[in-house]
């Protein structure tokens, strides 16, 4: 499976392409940070975002996007901002017919470090040593994308096979024995 995993954001958006099946060695094949001016207007920010975003698309031909769920936040500039890059990360994805899968904070953590509540430092540790690289990617925004599409990778058998068994469940619900 080859998934790009995002880390929304408006200055820098965070990207990363892990490729690999759970259980297995998984494999970095690149990531990076989409960058934008904070004093340009946002419609130019967006397009840069979208414009990055398709550019890793295409390079990568990932099989399904994971993007970091839009968390509540003190500062409502910086929750707007990610939920707008966020959005278009979606919209790029859907726009390829990819698949999106929307992953918490605490869920990458806890996937990839065992705490819901690791900080970046851990993240990035953790990540450095999963994908057997030789320093952690800065900025933390690329860790926090490999670290997405590393969570996604290891959680999706789990979580197909739990979707299987509920549309299993209402396939036979009604039914009289």
């Known amino acids: 499976m080859r ?3 995002v880390d929304p954001g408006l200055t820098r958006c965070g990207v990363g392409v ?3 099946v759970a ?6 094949l690149g990531v990076g940070v989409i960058r934008t001016e904070a004093d340009a207007a946002l ?3 967006l397009v840069a975002v ?3 975003i398709e550019e890793w698309l295409d390079t990568h031909r990932p099989e399904l996007v994971a993007v970091e769920r839009v968390f509540s936040q003190h500062n409502v500039r910086t929750v707007m901002g990610t939920a707008q890059a966020s959005a278009v990360a979606v919209l790029c994805a859907a726009r390829r017919g990819l698949p ?3 992953h918490t904070p605490s869920e990458v ?5 065992g705490s819901g509540r690791a900080d970046k430092a851990q993240v990035g540790a953790m990540v450095t040593r999963l994908l057997r690289l030789a320093a952690p990617p800065k900025p933390a925004d690329a860790a926090d994308a ?3 599409a590393i969570c996604h990778i290891w959680r999706a058998p789990a979580q197909n096979r739990l979707r299987r068994a509920v549309a299993a469940h209402h396939a036979t619900k009604g039914r009289s024995t």
């Open 18 to 20: 892990v490729e690999g």
């Open 3 to 5: 998934v790009l995993g």
């Open 100 to 102: 999106v899968a929307l």
């Open 50 to 52: 979208e414009r990055g």
């Open 146 to 148: 490999l670290a997405l």
């Open 23 to 28: 259980g297995r060695p998984l494999a970095m």
């Open 109 to 113: 953590k806890a996937a990839v470090t």
């Open 43 to 45: 419609g130019e920010r």
